[in-house]
């Protein structure tokens, strides 16, 4: 059964950081990409951020700069590092292990305001 269990979102003021982890279960999790992506209100869910298997990562260019997606295969775990968060980042963010089928975690929330 595979599992992906998201942490590490909260409230955060503007120009604050916050480091969400994703620990995945059940896959060769070194053998796949993983991805966050998010999901505002009204708004369609959106690719934050990915790394491939060989440690290859590209970026939305809302977040280049700001966010950086890694990997610990030791961990089976992906990390999404936040700085210099804005209040259009607040959404839920959603780890997605890139295989077919593609499985996602529940989400964990990340609201940036003052």
């Known amino acids: 059964q595979v599992q992906l269990v998201e942490s590490g979102g909260g409230l955060v003021q503007p120009g604050g950081t916050l480091r969400l982890s994703c620990a995945a279960s059940?896959?060769?999790?070194?053998?796949?990409?993983m991805g966050w992506y998010r999901q505002a209100p009204g708004n369609q869910r959106e690719l934050v951020a990915r790394?491939?298997?060989?440690?290859?990562?590209n970026y939305a260019d809302s977040v280049k700069g700001r966010f950086t997606i890694s990997r610990d295969n030791a961990k089976n775990t992906v990390y999404l590092q936040m700085n210099s968060l804005k209040p259009e980042d607040t959404a839920v963010y959603y780890c997605?292990?890139?295989?077919?089928?593609?499985?996602w975690g529940q989400g964990t929330q990340v609201t940036v305001s003052s």
């Open positions: 997605k292990a890139i295989l077919l089928p593609p499985y």
């Open positions: 790394i491939s298997s060989g440690g290859d990562t």
């Open positions: 059940g896959i060769m999790f070194r053998c796949y990409a």
